[in-house]
């Protein structure tokens, strides 16, 4: 028995076609991963179904009932929950209040009835296993505590359907797990989901069944166990697809960039040394400190002992000194760190040069566009006018923007924290070449990612991060998951020990 029929889905934007006579069904108690690269379709699609767009034809069958016209506060009332990639909470209010958003418990007059949310709050977390207090500021959070609170208010609305939208893309490897086991168990109760991620292994533990659109088009549907992962990516991408590693051995240059004694809120003394040219990948658990070290490294947070030298020169302070010495970074959770939402493609592009050159007063326009053009055409970025608002762009196409606000700079030494996140597996395979093609040219690039696999694709070097250390630094051929997982968790001395 479905829970969702969507029949015969069409939708365009002036004169670009999006969806075309796209058949979309979802079942009671069942796991539903909806695929395709950015661009394909799939937004568009749920977004038709949460009553952001209208649809130009077909229809919508939901629990048993038709809906010519949804909106959005009907398809939360009859049961449609809808947890976004991007974060959507409230940093100035607590970890109840955000739960509650829109819902509020309230006495006569408006006052809240603050004791019960709490208590409320409490009895949820602790009935999946979420440790959060309920009294916390959420812009005290972690990233992966706001991802854990977007889907519990989502659970909070008792939804008979919930759109998760890459959820675990701010998660550990046990956060994940504990997703995935509160997952099982409201499937079990009869819940279904709507489940969209780029992470092939997570869809094959996870999902029952699947669907690939591209191009705005259903190219094919099944179950997951008798689906091969290759062949649905080849599915979501096309004939273009190829299955191989994009790593390309380099002559590297003299150091450009070193660590001392280096230390701060969530790592100690780590010790490194990068050449010009050279790409090195910072991997391990969530809060292993590798993406501390990064922000560290571009004074994003403070550090409180060691040395970092750019070219030999110490450097220290706050961002704008980093800036100066030719640093750029790409920071985790574009919506919250990247996206400057009220601006243009081109303004995006521009405003890290606006920051350092302060003291010209005089935008040249013309001189922008030109040197956008050249950055727009170097890495691929598709979009239609540099006026569009950045927020028209997919997420690969908006993490391409955000490395040419740093290649505007002249930016030598790019750190690039979880470049991939949210990117489906087209746009990845171009920053990956994106990656090396810089690299070849000169630029010196640290990248952190929890996926090992692409550390193999394009670094030289990985370092790896246990509790705040470095656990290991692996030349590339060295580089492969079980050993880079065994120094992530500690088991190789707790082998040697034993």
């Not at 659970?155 to 504990?178: M, S, V």
Request: proline residues 3%; contains cysteine.
């Amino acid at each position: 028995m479905n829970i969702l029929e969507m029949k015969d889905i069409s939708k365009s934007f002036d004169a670009n076609r999006v969806l075309h006579n796209v058949d979309f069904s979802v079942a009671v108690g069942e796991i539903h991963a909806l695929l395709g690269e950015n661009g394909a379709g799939k937004s568009t699609l749920l977004n038709i179904l949460a009553g952001v767009y209208p649809r130009d034809t077909g229809t919508i069958v939901f629990d048993g009932m038709t809906y010519p016209h949804p909106t959005i506060s009907q398809m939360e009332k009859v049961g449609v929950a809808f947890v976004h990639q991007e974060l959507n909470v409230v940093n100035d209010l607590t970890v109840s209040e955000n739960l509650f958003f829109n819902r509020e418990l309230t006495r006569p007059f408006g006052i809240l009835r603050a004791a019960e949310m709490i208590t409320q709050t409490h009895e949820l977390f602790e009935s999946l296993g979420v440790k959060l207090d309920p009294n916390r500021k959420v812009g005290e959070l972690k990233t992966s505590e706001k991802q854990l609170l977007e889907i519990c208010r989502a659970l909070h609305t008792d939804a008979k359907l919930l759109i998760l939208d890459e959820p675990t893309t701010a998660l550990g490897n046990d956060e994940i797990a504990h997703l995935f086991a509160i997952l099982r168990r409201l499937r079990a109760a009869g819940r279904s989901f709507i489940f969209v991620s780029h992470k092939m292994p997570e869809v094959f533990e996870i999902a029952d069944t699947y669907t690939v659109l591209r191009n705005g088009e259903l190219i094919s549907r099944g179950t997951i166990n008798e689906a091969v992962p290759i062949q649905i990516i080849k599915d979501m991408v096309g004939e273009h697809y190829a299955d191989k590693d994009v790593y390309l051995p380099r002559e590297l240059g003299d150091v450009v960039l070193e660590l001392r004694q280096f230390t701060g809120a969530g790592f100690r003394d780590v010790e490194l040394q990068v050449r010009r040219g050279e790409v090195i990948g910072f991997t391990g658990l969530a809060g292993s400190g590798a993406s501390e070290v990064m922000q560290a490294m571009f004074g994003a947070v403070p550090y409180s002992a060691g040395e970092i030298l750019i070219n030999g020169h110490k450097v220290h302070g706050e961002i704008p000194s980093f800036m100066r010495s030719q640093v750029g970074m790409l920071p985790t959770n574009r919506k919250e760190n990247s996206v400057i939402p009220d601006f243009s493609v081109l303004d995006n592009v521009v405003s890290a040069q606006h920051a350092l050159s302060g003291r010209q007063q005089v935008i040249r326009r013309v001189k922008e566009l030109v040197r956008y053009e050249a950055l727009k055409k170097r890495l691929n970025i598709r979009s239609q006018s540099p006026y569009d608002s950045i927020a028209s762009l997919s997420g690969g196409n908006q993490q391409k923007v955000f490395l040419a606000r740093w290649l505007n700079t002249d930016a030598k030494v790019l750190l690039l924290d979880n470049p991939t996140q949210g990117v489906d597996v087209g746009a990845k395979g171009e920053i990956y070449s994106q990656i090396l093609d810089l690299a070849s040219a000169g630029t010196t690039i640290l990248i952190n990612t929890l996926e090992i696999p692409e550390i193999m694709k394009v670094s030289d070097r990985c370092v790896v991060f246990y509790a705040g250390a470095v656990a290991a630094v692996l030349d590339h051929d060295q580089i492969n998951e079980h050993d880079v997982m065994a120094y992530s968790t500690n088991a190789l001395d707790s082998a040697d020990e034993e």
